[in-house]
């Protein structure tokens, strides 16, 4: 989703045709397809064409910042939001981040950590998790979704609202897991989200603000492929 009261965009959002087939959410990254129409971004980084300022799919995600988890034992402990978008959240205890596999699991269906008996987290340990989780209905309507339950926003028209480059904007398509670092390069995930991951993905900013359990949003200085 994004933050439109603090879009500030360098020149005016274009709108362009879409691929039937495509699925996004607003705030993803799209690219040019293969057949010249803009669509999601998966895999593929060739192109990059801009942010969706409009949602063309029936799911939302929702990040979650900071919540306080007790590991007792080797018990899975529920989070507040379940299922989850991934594995790839981010467990730690002050300056300390702890290591999926090696000091917990996840159980991204449940919405569930479990602490690893063998790990470095202490038995009992109250530990900060950030993930993102699939909305459901209720919470995507309380969100502004259309009354008239619109999934597609794109199809009466087949085009999309897309922002270019130089924007800054402020939003909650981001992988969680790896954190962000205020000034620090902020890549594509390779499913349309955000990451601080380098890898193989293509830098597309600067994060201009980290995202905090008071202000989930992550903000982004978006320059494209750069």
């Given at each position: 989703?994004?933050?439109?009261?603090?879009?500030?965009?360098?020149?005016?959002?274009?709108?362009?045709?879409?691929?039937?087939?495509?699925?996004?959410?607003?705030?993803?990254?799209?690219?040019?397809?293969?057949?010249?129409?803009?669509?999601?971004?998966?895999?593929?980084?060739?192109?990059?064409?801009?942010?969706?300022?409009?949602?063309?799919?029936?799911?939302?995600?929702?990040?979650?910042?900071?919540?306080?988890?007790?590991?007792?034992?080797?018990?899975?402990?529920?989070?507040?939001?379940?299922?989850?978008?991934?594995?790839?959240?981010?467990?730690?205890?002050?300056?300390?981040?702890?290591?999926?596999?090696?000091?917990?699991?996840?159980?991204?269906?449940?919405?569930?950590?479990?602490?690893?008996?063998?790990?470095?987290?202490?038995?009992?340990?109250?530990?900060?998790?950030?993930?993102?989780?699939?909305?459901?209905?209720?919470?995507?309507?309380?969100?502004?979704?259309?009354?008239?339950?619109?999934?597609?926003?794109?199809?009466?028209?087949?085009?999309?609202?897309?922002?270019?480059?130089?924007?800054?904007?402020?939003?909650?398509?981001?992988?969680?897991?790896?954190?962000?670092?205020?000034?620090?390069?902020?890549?594509?995930?390779?499913?349309g989200r955000l990451t601080s991951t380098v890898g193989s993905n293509v830098a597309v900013g600067r994060c201009k603000q980290v995202p905090s359990a008071s202000d989930p949003y992550l903000g982004i200085e978006f320059k494209g492929s750069v």
């Amino acid at each position: 989703m994004l933050d439109r009261t603090r879009l500030e965009a360098g020149r005016r959002p274009g709108t362009d045709a879409v691929d039937v087939n495509a699925t996004f959410q607003e705030g993803d990254l799209l690219i040019f397809g293969a057949n010249g129409w803009t669509t999601s971004l998966s895999g593929s980084t060739a192109g990059i064409r801009g942010i969706a300022a409009l949602n063309k799919s029936s799911a939302r995600y929702q990040p979650v910042i900071g919540e306080q988890v007790t590991l007792s034992g080797t018990t899975a402990q529920n989070l507040l939001n379940a299922p989850l978008v991934d594995t790839s959240i981010r467990v730690y205890s002050g300056a300390t981040v702890y290591a999926l596999t090696t000091d917990y699991t996840v159980n991204a269906t449940n919405g569930t950590v479990t602490r690893v008996g063998t790990g470095s987290i202490t038995d009992g340990e109250t530990v900060s998790v950030d993930y993102s989780y699939q909305m459901t209905e209720v919470e995507q309507d309380d969100q502004g979704r259309p009354i008239a339950n619109i999934v597609d926003e794109t199809a009466a028209s087949g085009k999309a609202e897309v922002i270019r480059e130089p924007a800054t904007v402020y939003l909650t398509n981001y992988d969680p897991g790896p954190g962000f670092t205020l000034g620090g390069i902020v890549y594509d995930n390779g499913d349309g989200r955000l990451t601080s991951t380098v890898g193989s993905n293509v830098a597309v900013g600067r994060c201009k603000q980290v995202p905090s359990a008071s202000d989930p949003y992550l903000g982004i200085e978006f320059k494209g492929s750069v």
